[in-house]
T-cell receptor, first 108, second 114 residues
Framework: GIQVEQSPPDLILQEGANSTLRCNFS?????LQWFHQNPWGQLINLFY???GTKQNGRLSATTVATERYSLLYISSSQTTDSGVYFC??????????FGKGTRLHILP | EPEVTQTPSHQVTQMGQEVILRCVPI?????FYWYRQILGQKVEFLVS????????KSEIFDDQFSVERPDGSNFTLKIRSTKLEDSAMYFC????????????FGAGTRLSVL
């Protein structure tokens, strides 16, 4: 089956810094989503981005489907950005496959 | 914005007991899903449901698990006889279209089996 790999596994940054999270996938996908899991465990959908670039405030994402990767950019990090960021891909067979996530710690 | 609602937010049960986790998907959605996340691990697919039947299930979804859409709004996951290793966060999701639509996730139910 498809493999979804996220890097780095852990990232510690000072408040105000910028960060780039990466998601590589091993096969063609129909859809790709980025999620933020907050400290209470809730999954918050950030982007639905099978290809191209999208921006939402301080967050933006780019997926290059032909090269099988996606990037999530967080600018001017805030402590509330802390949590785990998951990439998840849909290959069209009724389920989405999650990566193992990047755990982000933003220090005040 | 419409959302997927899950209840309860936290369920504590004794090993061997039956539990039912409840979900109210987005009202015009047709596809429903359950996922599981053991603490500290990634989110894993359990089952998908369409047109009142299971369309796909993972190897995790054994005979102890069942799903049901008892009425027009609820979608439930039942664990018949809970085990310690069933302790996890359970997420419900729904989508309007299988291939092209985003899956919207609920906030999750944390199941603790003692």
């Amino acid at each position: 089956g498809i493999q979804v790999e996220q890097s780095p596994p852990d990232l510690i940054l000072q408040e105000g810094a910028n960060s780039t999270l990466r998601c590589n996938f091993s096969d063609s996908v129909n859809n790709l989503q980025w999620f933020h899991q907050n400290p209470w465990g809730q999954l918050i959908n950030l982007f639905y981005i099978p290809s191209g670039t999208k921006q939402n405030g301080r967050l933006s994402a780019t997926t290059v489907a032909t090269e099988r990767y996606s990037l999530l950019y967080i600018s001017s990090s805030q402590t509330t950005d802390s949590g785990v960021y998951f990439c998840a891909v849909d290959v069209g067979d009724d389920k989405i496959i999650f990566g193992k996530g990047t755990r982000l710690h933003i220090l005040p | 914005e419409p959302e997927v609602t899950q209840t309860p937010s936290h369920q504590v049960t004794q090993m061997g007991q039956e539990v039912i986790l409840r979900c109210v998907p987005i009202s015009n959605h047709l596809y429903f899903y359950w996922y599981r996340q053991i603490l500290g691990q990634k989110v894993e697919f359990l089952v998908s449901f369409y047109n009142n039947e299971i369309s796909e299930k993972s190897e995790i979804f054994d005979d102890q698990f069942s799903v049901e859409r008892p009425d027009g709004s609820n979608f439930t996951l039942k664990i018949r006889s809970t085990k310690l290793e069933d302790s996890a966060m359970y997420f419900c999701a729904s989508s309007g279209d299988r291939e092209m639509d985003i899956q919207y996730f609920g906030a999750g139910t944390r199941l603790s089996v003692l």
